[in-house]
């Protein structure tokens, strides 16, 4: 009896874990989609990876062209924003933005860019300092 | 007034015109990694004309009514013409209502004595940048089933890995039932929408199914279709994670 109330005292919070953070997700789609409407400023979808010595991101931006995209690459973030042409009503003469804090520093001067059928990939080295160790 | 009436778990699959008839090609085309069954199948809908004759609702589903061209839609729809009856949702289905849907959705599929259960999905690659034409994967719920799906060129067997969600959760019942139920999977991206991948599913459909579908105005118009489904992407996005569809990028252990 005792456990079985210990159990259904797990899963209530487990539940009202599950009720916030679909409380919080449904709050970030509402700005994100408040933002487009007010400020015609559409955020893409993106993904930011780290692999090895590298930080890659890719962004989907589709109904651009890649000389319109601007890229600023700094040492801790990534800033995109490209023109996006579109008959899809509430997008029509819209505006990518997408500003990126990165999840560590990198080397700007290395970073490279390519755009292909409406996806941006941008990936930077890393910058590593210190000093090599031995292994004994 | 209501045709046939299936409910279990909650689900009712509705068939406002019903379906009588057996020898059936079932194609389902939930949203999940890249939306390429939806596109895939709602492409199909679109150039084979199918017409709506059913629905399917649920407890777990959002209160939500689509409006389109004025009309309202239900969100999960079945479309049927000639030998081909397809299912699509307007929205992911969420974490709780998977296996309740594909319980009732394969009971019922099975009183319908199909010939063929299909799944279409993505298969996510992180490197589909790099991948000009996306590859088509086959696996039936039994080897005798694998082999005749493989037998059109140019696809190759699934192999291992995991298949999450319902997709998943479909093939089983499938197994389970006796059904012959497979899924075609394309490389796909995770989570951005994919016409090309789909476009790959719809050309191996075209020769598997005799049914000659041009795959041109789906690329053509790839950039504006994935722009209008962005939202979707996003939202399918949060639900991937509850049902660890990140799983499918994974190998099943190994212990030997």
């Known amino acids: ?136 | 007034m209501r045709g046939d009436l299936r409910e279990e778990q909650g689900v009712e699959i509705v068939e406002v015109k019903p379906i009588k008839d057996g020898g059936l090609i079932f194609i389902e085309g939930f949203p999940d990694v890249g939306l390429v069954g939806t596109i895939a199948t709602s492409y199909l809908i679109d150039k084979l004309g199918l017409e709506e004759v059913g629905y399917i609702n649920a407890e777990t589903l959002p209160p939500i009514i689509a409006v389109s061209e004025e009309k309202l839609r239900e969100l999960v729809r079945v479309y049927r013409g000639g030998r081909i009856v397809a299912i699509v949702s307007d929205i992911p289905l969420p974490a709780p209502l998977v296996k309740p849907m594909a319980y009732t959705l394969m009971s019922w599929v099975k009183s319908k004595e199909p010939e063929l259960f299909i799944s279409l999905s993505g298969l996510p690659d992180p490197n589909r940048l790099n991948i000009d034409k996306p590859g088509v994967f086959v696996l039936g719920c039994n080897p005798e089933l694998t082999e005749k799906l493989v037998s059109i060129n140019g696809v190759s067997k699934f192999r291992e890995g995991f298949i999450a969600g319902v997709k998943g959760m479909l093939l089983r019942e499938g197994w389970r039932l006796k059904v012959d139920a497979a899924i075609v999977l394309a490389q796909s991206h995770y989570n951005y929408p994919d016409p090309g991948a789909a476009a790959e599913i719809i050309l191996y459909l075209s020769k598997l199914l005799k049914i000659g579908v041009d795959v041109a105005p789906l690329l053509e118009s790839a950039e504006e279709l994935k722009l209008r489904l962005r939202d979707l992407m996003r939202r399918t996005d949060q639900v991937m994670h509850g049902i660890q569809k990140s799983k499918e990028l994974e190998l099943p252990p190994v212990y030997l």
């Open chain 1, 1 to 136: 009896m005792e456990r079985r109330s210990l159990w259904r005292i797990i899963l209530e919070g487990i539940r009202r874990m599950e009720a916030e953070v679909n409380r919080m997700e449904e709050e970030l789609f509402k700005m994100i989609k408040e933002a487009e409407v007010m400020r015609r400023c559409i955020t893409p979808l993106y993904n930011l990876y780290e692999s090895g010595d590298e930080v890659i991101l890719t962004a989907d931006l589709p109904g651009t062209n890649k000389d319109e995209i601007e890229l600023i690459a700094g040492e801790d973030y990534f800033k995109i924003e490209a023109p996006c042409k579109s008959p899809v009503r509430r997008i029509q003469e819209g505006r990518y933005v997408l500003h990126v804090r990165l999840p560590v520093k990198v080397d700007p001067e290395t970073v490279k860019a390519r755009y292909k059928e409406g996806v941006l990939e941008v990936v930077a080295k890393k910058k590593i300092t210190g000093h090599r160790v031995k292994v004994e």
